[in-house]
Nanobody, 120 residues
Framework: QVQLVESGGGLVQAGGSLRLSCAAS????????MGWYRQAPGKQRELVAA???????NYSASVKGRFTISRDNAKSTVYLQMNSLKPEDTAVYYC??????????????WGQGTQVTVSS
């Protein structure tokens, strides 16, 4: 059974920091591309940051320079370090694991989400 369990969310003042973690089980973690997404009330889910199995990284323009994604394959965990938080970062943050082998396999898993609230 595949599980992605997020932790580290909470309430923080603007300018503060949080570190999200996503522990994966039931998958060969090192073979998966991992991502953090977020969804604010009334808005669509959006990609925040992603790290491929080859450790290539990309960020959304809104968080670049403030957030850092990393992964520890030995612990099957992906992290999102969030600094200089802004009220507009308030959202439910979701962990995603994706394995895509075009034409052969496509596995896509989501965590349950963790709330991040940034007060002004």
């Amino acid at each position: 059974q595949v599980q992605l369990v997020e932790s580290g969310g909470g309430l923080v003042q603007a300018g503060g920091s949080l570190r999200l973690s996503c522990a994966a089980s039931g998958i060969m973690f090192r073979n998966y591309d991992m991502g953090w997404y977020r969804q604010a009330p009334g808005k669509q889910r959006e990609l925040v940051a992603a790290i491929t199995r080859g450790a290539n990284i990309n960020y959304s323009a809104s968080v670049k320079g403030r957030f850092t994604i990393s992964r520890d394959n030995a612990k099957s965990t992906v992290y999102l370090q969030m600094n200089s938080l802004k009220p507009e970062d308030t959202a439910v943050y979701y962990c995603n694991a994706r394995y895509l082998w075009v034409g052969v396999a496509d596995f896509d898993y989501w965590g349950q989400g963790t709330q991040v609230t940034v007060s002004s």
